[in-house]
């Protein structure tokens, strides 16, 4: 009887986890397909745009970029220079300093020659107390506000920033990203172009910064990072922006706006409550939010992704805080999926309810304990006696090929897009790691991954540290917010 | 074979035994035949005794139980030969002893019921076999083999397989295509762009516009000296460059510029991509036309100005009202597709131009039946500083839509308009919030005493918005600061008092 039941629940998984692969190799291709279709069209289009002759204009929407710093000391003055520097009319820059333990403010204070204001705001989110916004005596620095807390996380830094900022769009970026000079008229594009929906946020491409020149707050010579992990991750975000966003912003099912770099409508911000500062995953949180509210509503929306990489970061490269990064990645998207898992599979809220959500929560959220439990199964097949070796290889070797050619795709998206990677022998460099990445880093990303999920049925939080080397070999080193 | 059988038994009959009487009915060709062919069977056996019937009546040490009926014959022949002539073979069932024909009979059932298979026709059954499998062209990986072409689903998993590797394989050879494509050319720009730059540059400051009037197709040509002059790249990367030094240089320099274009036949070329189907290229022959001021172009622009395709009717748009005579923009006026915020900004760069040297018809705008149109006439009023039209705003105000009026009040703002003060305080006591907030604002540019009473009195009540109180707050101060002071001290809120100190910091005056 038992044999019998054991051998029904064998079957049982033995087909789960074929129509699984199956659909993994389908939506993948899906996804290729339609970020093809996506990227072309946003090439084309901006064949035909001199972003010079809009700059200046009068009638563009002005934007406020909110700026969390935590420990940022060492290198904050030369990124709010280079955030000042932006090529736009009517912008500001909000710096939040939350909480630094190191000498962040006083920093700020000295170099911008800042004093405390009285800013009346209203503080429509809960954040943290404010100990004080700061206004430049300088006009150059008219642009500048900066505002100091205490510390609460990013979220919290953020909200305070929003409840400061007095324009129509916020960006919300890490301050020691580096944008392209032209970052803001770009990602302003979608807000601005479309008529019949209310584009509600806009994601950017991000790049990868490590071991690539850095002149002025500008990345002027692209190299592909020395060490696998950064390889590794380089391939990982061409796979993300240039497949993945894509595709999702083709359909209009993106639910991940990356926290380092993304615009969204302060009004309907504000509506929804801000950023969620309970979260690890406050970005994808808070786009959830954002769609949820415009499905609930009834409006026309849209989440717009622009492919043009606008903003650079640095990644790690050592596997003790890229595993940490992962961590709470995973952490991120389960919370958020936890918290609003009555849109999944309901037909009120649109694609973002039956496409999207079930989406990440079966092939993201998922994915490595269903990975796991395929580990587990083939185990016992070989205990069975019911292993075979020859599907065995035979499926192993069809995913390789499948991930492979996938990240070649992103490769070869990258190529004909934007063909930053001129040095010779960067091209054979990345297929060396797309070549290495299924076999010796998937599996470390998949077992971070599982981390967790238990860290999360643990109940286990934070952010954890993140060490950085610095741009262009100069020693910067900054810790995320606890 | 079987005559032969028969006449070997009569031969060793009639030869090798010697009596007749040593043959007996049991003996019968019939009878061994049968018995031989059956074999053993497990209930049935035979005895070796006297021919009369009697059992055992041989002696003790003689007679003999058999199970198979050939060691039975081949014993009772070895007794008849040395000597005991009545031994005989009797059948026995289940220790009975049985005729032959119930022997018969016995085989019969038990072999119709799958009881009893003879092992002569087991024998036969295994030679047929064997002789089958003889004739297969045997292999040592028959196995593996056979279980690969007759899976199905492992022919399928093998053909995705195959399918993987062969699109990884021809990406690539894409890759590397595409690379060597890209590099090719740039590399064909980057040459073109250095053979047409010292010509241009030379017809550029080295001959006046006469001159170059003066000059045709070949003179030009020839100055280029080049054999790519027919080559579609190559006049791209012309009319880029010429484009180029267009947009950075002025008065002669654009008109030489454009006698190289015309003498050169690009405008032809330019011309020629607005008939394409593929929209890139109308969009692009629409650029290149505008830049270079091509005004016969006109008429080819006019049925793209209502193009579906986003970018050629943006730019089809931008390029009419930059190269067409007539600048009522009734043609704008007329769109059925709404005016996005960003064709609007691009828009408004070229009225601007157009604004210096005559008048635009904005009026046409605020006619339109489109509202975005409308909301860009209304900006455009703004932009322009349209004083003339501030009264057609006031009339357009009573049945405008919210867009419009909140344009229209940003607009009475900006060019100052006291004469509105009426209409302000309305929009001010109005129900919709936002008109309230901008009529406060507005309040603070254009209002007067009783202005100021109304704010002091609307800052009194209780339930104001924060954006509604420090736009009221910022105006009364701008109105009557004693007032301003005054409604703080009394009302005792703290809201007001961060107002009050935050309007009075003069690192805040415009945040």
Redesign the interface.
């Known amino acids: 009887m038992y044999s019998l039941l054991f051998e029904l629940i064998v079957q049982v998984f033995g087909i789960f986890f074929l129509l699984y692969g199956f659909a993994v190799?389908m939506i993948y291709m899906t996804i290729t397909l339609l970020s093809g279709l996506e990227l072309r069209k946003q090439l084309?289009?901006n064949?035909?745009v001199d972003y010079k002759?809009?700059i200046t204009?009068?009638?563009?929407?002005g934007v406020s970029i909110l700026a969390p710093a935590y420990n940022e000391g060492k290198t904050i003055v030369q990124n709010v220079r280079s955030l000042l520097s932006l090529h736009y009319s009517k912008f500001e820059v909000i710096i939040i300093n939350d909480g630094s333990k190191d000498d962040s403010i006083d920093i700020l204070i000295k170099n911008f020659d800042l004093?405390k204001?009285?800013?009346?705001?209203?503080a429509s989110i809960e954040t943290q107390p404010i100990k004080g916004v700061y206004?430049?005596?300088n006009p150059s620095f008219?642009k500048l506000?900066v505002v100091d807390k205490e510390n609460g996380g990013k979220a919290d830094a953020l909200n305070a920033g929003i409840n400061i900022s007095?324009q129509e769009l916020i960006a919300c970026i890490d301050v020691d990203c580096i944008l392209a000079p032209d970052s803001i008229i770009r990602m302003l594009?979608p807000?601005?172009?479309?008529?019949?929906k209310k584009v509600i946020a806009v994601g950017g491409g991000i790049g990868i910064a490590n071991n690539c020149d850095i002149k002025d707050g500008t990345v002027i010579k692209y190299r592909v990072p020395d060490t696998i992990l950064g390889r590794f991750q380089v391939i990982e975000y061409f796979r993300s922006f240039l497949l993945g966003r894509m595709a999702w912003s083709r359909v209009n099912g993106l639910l991940l706006i990356s926290g380092a770099f993304g615009f969204f409508d302060k009004e309907l911000v504000l509506k929804v409550g801000g950023y969620f500062s309970k979260t690890v995953g406050e970005d994808m949180e808070l786009v959830v939010r954002m769609r949820r509210y415009m499905e609930e509503q009834n409006i026309p929306y849209k989440v717009a992704f622009v492919s043009d990489p606008l903003c650079w970061t640095e990644v790690p490269e050592s596997e003790e805080i890229l595993s940490r990064q992962r961590n709470r990645w995973m952490r991120g998207t389960i919370e958020t999926l936890q918290l609003h898992r009555s849109m999944q599979f309901n037909p009120k809220y649109g694609i973002t309810g039956m496409v999207s959500f079930p989406f990440w929560a079966m092939f993201e959220k998922n994915a490595p304990i269903i990975e796991f439990l395929g580990l587990i199964y083939t185990v016992t097949l070989i205990f069975m006696g019911e292993f075979s070796s020859?599907?065995f290889i035979?499926?192993f070797?069809?995913i390789y090929?499948?991930s492979?050619?996938l990240s070649?795709?992103s490769?070869?998206f990258e190529?004909?897009a934007f063909?930053r990677y001129r040095e010779k022998g960067d091209?054979l460099k990345l297929?060396i790691t797309v070549l290495k990445e299924p076999l010796f880093i998937h599996p470390k990303l998949m077992l971070w991954c599982m981390k967790g999920h238990w860290n999360f049925i643990k109940g286990i939080g934070g952010w954890g540290e993140m060490v950085r080397t610095g741009f262009n070999n100069t020693i910067k080193k900054g810790t995320a917010q606890s | 074979m079987i005559k032969k059988v028969c006449y070997f038994i009569v031969f060793l009959s009639l030869g090798l035994v010697n009596t007749s009487e040593a043959f007996q009915e049991k003996d019968s060709l019939v009878t061994t035949t049968f018995l031989k062919k059956v074999g053993r069977v497990e209930s049935m056996t035979f005895k070796v005794s006297k021919n009369d019937d009697q059992t055992n009546s041989l002696p003790g040490e003689v007679a003999k139980e058999f199970n198979d009926f050939n060691q039975a014959l081949s014993y009772r022949d070895s007794l008849l030969l040395t000597g005991f002539g009545d031994a005989a073979i009797k059948f026995y069932i289940f220790d009975e002893e049985k005729a032959f024909d119930g022997v018969k009979e016995y085989i019969s059932i038990i072999k119709t019921n799958d009881l009893f298979i003879p092992e002569t026709e087991i024998m036969e059954a295994k030679n047929e076999i064997l002789l089958a499998a003889n004739k297969l062209d045997f292999k040592a990986y028959y196995t593996?083999r056979s279980?690969?072409f007759n899976d199905i689903k492992?022919m399928i998993?093998?053909g995705?397989?195959t399918l993987?590797?062969i699109?990884?394989l021809v990406?690539?050879f894409?890759?590397t295509f595409?690379?060597s494509k890209?590099r090719n050319k740039a590399n064909r720009i980057k040459l073109y762009q250095s053979i047409v730059a010292d010509p241009l540059s030379n017809l550029l400051f080295t001959y006046e516009l006469e001159e170059i009037q003066a000059m045709d197709y070949q003179q030009i040509k020839g100055i280029f000296n080049t054999e790519y002059f027919e080559e579609s790249l190559f006049k791209d990367t012309l009319i880029k460059e010429i484009i180029y030094v267009n947009k950075n240089l002025k008065g002669d320099f654009k008109d030489k510029l454009k006698e190289i274009y015309l003498i050169l036949k690009l405008n032809n070329f330019s011309l020629k991509k607005l008939k394409s189907k593929n929209w890139?290229d109308q969009?692009?022959g629409i650029?290149e036309l505008h830049e270079m001021n091509i005004k016969e172009a006109v008429p080819q622009l006019t049925p793209l100005l209502q193009s579906k395709v986003?970018?050629v009717r943006t730019?089809a748009v931008r390029a009419y009202l930059h190269l067409s005579p007539s600048k009522d923009l009734k043609f704008l006026a007329d769109q059925d597709?709404?005016?996005?915020?960003?064709q609007?900004?691009?828009l408004?760069?070229v009225i601007k131009q157009i604004s210096k040297n005559e008048q635009v018809k904005v009026i046409n705008l605020l006619d339109s039946d489109n509202p975005?149109i409308r909301v860009f006439g209304i900006?455009l009023v703004r932009?322009l500083g349209r004083m003339d039209r501030i009264s057609e705003l006031s009339k357009m105000y009573p049945i405008a839509t919210l867009a419009e009026k909140v344009e229209i009040l940003i607009t009475f703002k900006s060019l100052n308009a006291f004469t509105e003060l009426d209409l302000t305080h309305r929009a001010f006591l109005g129900p919709e919030p936002k008109l309230s907030v901008l009529a406060a604002e507005l309040m603070g540019v254009i209002g007067d005493e009783s202005s100021a009473d109304l704010l002091f009195e609307k800052l009194k009540q209780k339930g104001n918005s924060?954006?509604l109180l420090?736009s009221m707050m910022v105006s009364l101060f701008s109105l009557d600061k004693q007032k301003f002071e005054t409604v703080v001290e009394q009302q005792d809120n703290e809201?007001l008092y961060?107002?009050r100190?935050?309007i009075?910091?003069s690192?805040?005056a415009?945040?």
């Open positions: 190799i084309k289009k064949k035909f002759d809009v204009t009068p009638v563009g929407p004093r204001t009285d800013f009346a705001f209203e206004k430049s005596n008219g506000i007095g594009r807000f601005l172009e479309e008529t019949n020859v599907y035979s499926l070797v069809l090929f499948f492979v050619m070649s795709f490769i070869l190529e004909l063909n091209l297929i | 593996l279980r690969i492992f998993l093998m995705i397989l993987f590797i699109t990884f990406l690539l894409f890759l595409v690379r890209n890139e969009a692009s650029v986003f970018l730019n597709f709404p005016l996005s915020r960003w609007q900004m691009s408004y760069r975005s900006k932009l924060f954006e420090k809201q961060k107002l100190a935050h009075k910091d690192l805040l415009y945040v």
